[in-house]
Structures are given as C-alpha cells and as structure tokens.
DNA sequence: ATGGTTTTTACTGCGTC
DNA sequence: GACGCGGTAAAAACCAT
C-alpha cells in the first residue's frame, strides 16, 4: 500500500545511487524534521525516520495478504478474498457485481430462463447500488477527483486522500450549497499539499470546471470545518518538478534547496509566494551551476512573473551572502 | 469596506550576439 | 534588431482586520 506514495523527492548526490537495490519497492521521502531518508515499514504499519526515528505514521492498515504466494498457482490455491478496499471507488469496492458474462461458477452457459433471471439481477443489483443520492453524488465526485489528479499527474497516494477528505466532507453535511465539482477540486487540492506535492490554485483552475474563486472559497471551507491542518506549502516542494521540466541536474536542484534553506533561516522567506520562491532558487541556482536557463523559462513553468523571480533572486542570493559573512 | 503587502503588468534602458 | 536582464511605477490581487 505504501509504495505508491509521495513522488519521490531525490535528495541523495552523496550516495551515487548505489544501495538502491535492496528495496526498491520502498519509495524514499524526506523526514519532516530532520531531513533524514523515510523507510516505510508495511509489517509494523509505520513509516519511520531512519536517522531520528520519528514515526510520521502510525496504524496504517496493510491491506496485502498475510501469506506469501512464490508463484501464481501457490496464490490461487492460498488466496481467499478478492481485491483490497479502496477509497477511491464510491463503495470501497466492496459491493457485489454480477459478472457480465452468462456462465455458471464452472464456466457453463446458462439456460436461457437463467440467463433472464441473471439480467434482472443486474439490472437490480445496479440500482441499489446507486441508489440513494449520497453514493451518486460519492461517485460522480470520485470520478472528477481521478479525473482531475491524472491530469495533472498526481500519484495515486493523493487521489486516496482526496477521497477521504470528500468522504469526510459530504459526512459532516458540508456539501449543501456547494457544488460537488468545487468541493471535490477544494479536496484534490488540499490533498496534494498534504501530501507534499502541491499543485498550485492555478493548475487545479485549468483541469477544474470551477471558477478559481470558487475552489479557493471552498478550500477554506471544507479545511475549517474539517480542521484539517495543512501548512503552508514548503517551496522545496516545487523545486523537483521545475527542475525536472526545464532538465536540469541534480546538481541544479541541490542548489536551489540549499538557498531555500538558507532563506528559511534568514527568515527572508515569510509572506512571499512559496512558488516564487522555489522559481527564483532554481533560477538563481541555475546560474550558480553554470546551467543557465532564462528568467522568461522559469516563468513559464514556474506561472510567475520574471519580475517576482527577480526580485525574489536577489533577496535568495543576499541571504546566502549574509550566512557566509558570519 | 479598508489598508498594508505582494505580485503583475507595462515600459524603458543597457549590453551582447 | 532581437534577446536577456535589471529597474521602476502603477495597477491588481491578496489578506487580515
């Protein structure tokens, strides 16, 4: 369950990539407090620090099976459920459906009069499944959150949140008065700051069929009511994708989280738009590592003015110099 | 609504290819 | 001459009160 968790956040240069073999399957974050490497543990149900040990999560359920299968007969034969749960189908997953292909348990066709029956069944089935508005509306909105996530190439982890924060929001009866399509953008958004992947209110305005406004109203809303505590974004967060768009190295976004590091310690940082910040340490890093790429670039991909990432560049740079005069 | 802060828009001047 | 960059003033957007 944990392993399609946050994008991954490169971090290391000084291990070349080497010990990456033995758990690949666990994606690594950074920990909150000490920046060291995060290794989730699914057996325990925790995901921990490996340098100061602070468990960020507790009590996640692993959703896996007990056993283990070492080939697709063994799990057949010890398999004896069907697929895990999941937030993201409007029932969890967990309502009948009644195949669609008119065979017995042993794969024989049915009698015509069965075959009636069965078509009536489904045609029940269906409807009770739907039925009352809540698990429409449910449905509709998790359809628009997968919608929306894919979009804008949000990993699976986030469309789960989503999900649960909408869950919780049509439970607490914020939804009257408010559209589905808003409250489920609103979710969408908060979930990716929670998650440390932010999206910033103009992405999710271009893949949503709601007005800016309107989702940012509803954000604050559904966060107040829900008291779901979600800081304001780190510019960290939106280094790696900036990096990566415009292809820079490695090298390029180590820099940038280092300025922005410094930054936070000169406090230079309070008040100003995480996204210009993170623009303008990838611009000023960009120059400091002699991969230029210009103002106008980093606009552009960053959806900043050059003059904010100018004026944020000098304060980066300034600060740097202020820590190296000590 | 209001005032203070930040960001954007638009424009200008300078140096370089 | 186009481009990248820096700076400025005024407008717009944002936020807390």
Same mark, same amino acid.
């Given at each position: 369950?944990?392993?399609?968790?946050?994008?991954?956040?490169?971090?290391?240069? @000084? $291990?070349?990539?080497?010990?990456?073999?033995?758990?690949?399957?666990?994606?690594?974050?950074?920990?909150?407090?000490?920046?060291?490497?995060?290794?989730?543990?699914?057996?325990?149900?925790?995901?921990?620090?490996?340098?100061?040990?602070? +468990? +960020?999560?507790? &009590?996640?359920? &692993?959703?896996?099976?007990? #056993?283990?299968?070492?080939?697709?007969?063994?799990?057949?034969?010890?398999?004896?459920?069907?697929?895990?749960?999941?937030?993201?189908?409007?029932?969890?997953?967990?309502?009948?459906?009644?195949? #669609?292909?008119?065979?017995? %348990?042993?794969?024989?066709?049915?009698?015509?009069?069965?075959? @009636?029956? /069965?078509?009536?069944?489904?045609? #029940?089935? @269906?409807?009770?499944?739907?039925? &009352?508005?809540?698990?429409?509306?449910?449905?509709?909105?998790?359809?628009?959150?997968?919608? /929306?996530?894919?979009?804008?190439?949000?990993?699976? $982890?986030?469309?789960?949140?989503?999900?649960?924060? *909408?869950?919780?929001?049509?439970?607490?009866?914020?939804?009257?008065?408010?559209?589905?399509?808003?409250?489920?953008?609103?979710?969408?958004?908060?979930? %990716?700051?929670?998650?440390?992947?932010?999206?910033?209110?103009?992405?999710?305005?271009?893949?949503?069929?709601?007005?800016?406004?309107?989702?940012?109203?509803?954000?604050? *809303?559904?966060?107040? @009511?829900?008291?779901?505590?979600?800081?304001? %974004?780190?510019?960290?967060? *939106?280094?790696?994708?900036?990096?990566?768009?415009?292809?820079?190295?490695?090298? !390029?976004?180590?820099?940038?989280?280092?300025?922005?590091?410094?930054?936070?310690?000169?406090?230079?940082?309070?008040?100003?738009?995480?996204?210009?910040?993170?623009? %303008?340490?990838?611009?000023?890093?960009?120059?400091?590592?002699?991969?230029?790429?210009?103002?106008?670039? !980093?606009?552009?991909?960053?959806?900043?003015?050059?003059?904010?990432?100018?004026?944020? *560049?000098?304060?980066?740079?300034?600060?740097?110099?202020?820590?190296?005069?000590?």
């Amino acid at each position: 369950m944990t392993d399609t968790t946050t994008r991954r956040y490169a971090r290391e240069s @000084e $291990n070349e990539s080497e010990d990456e073999s033995e758990r690949t399957d666990d994606e690594t974050l950074t920990c909150p407090e000490c920046s060291g490497t995060l290794t989730s543990d699914a057996e325990h149900g925790e995901t921990v620090c490996e340098d100061c040990g602070l +468990v +960020v999560e507790e &009590d996640e359920i &692993d959703p896996g099976p007990e #056993w283990r299968a070492f080939d697709a007969r063994e799990k057949d034969e010890k398999s004896r459920v069907g697929a895990p749960t999941t937030q993201m189908m409007h029932d969890k997953g967990l309502s009948t459906n009644i195949g #669609w292909q008119d065979k017995d %348990a042993y794969g024989n066709a049915l009698s015509s009069r069965q075959r @009636e029956k /069965m078509q009536r069944l489904r045609t #029940w089935n @269906e409807r009770f499944r739907t039925r &009352d508005s809540r698990e429409r509306n449910l449905k509709q909105a998790l359809g628009e959150i997968d919608r /929306m996530a894919s979009a804008l190439g949000l990993p699976e $982890n986030v469309r789960e949140t989503a999900s649960v924060i *909408y869950r919780r929001a049509l439970e607490d009866d914020l939804l009257p008065g408010r559209s589905i399509e808003g409250v489920a953008t609103a979710s969408l958004y908060a979930a %990716a700051r929670k998650a440390g992947t932010p999206r910033s209110l103009d992405e999710l305005t271009q893949v949503s069929r709601v007005e800016k406004d309107e989702i940012a109203r509803t954000y604050r *809303y559904v966060v107040r @009511e829900l008291q779901l505590e979600i800081e304001p %974004a780190d510019p960290e967060s *939106y280094v790696p994708r900036f990096v990566s768009d415009l292809t820079l190295s490695e090298e !390029v976004e180590r820099r940038a989280r280092q300025l922005l590091g410094t930054a936070k310690e000169q406090g230079v940082h309070s008040g100003k738009s995480p996204v210009g910040l993170a623009a %303008a340490a990838v611009y000023a890093a960009s120059l400091l590592t002699n991969e230029k790429v210009t103002q106008s670039e !980093v606009s552009e991909v960053a959806n900043i003015s050059e003059v904010t990432i100018r004026n944020r *560049y000098h304060e980066l740079l300034e600060a740097e110099e202020d820590i190296h005069g000590l």
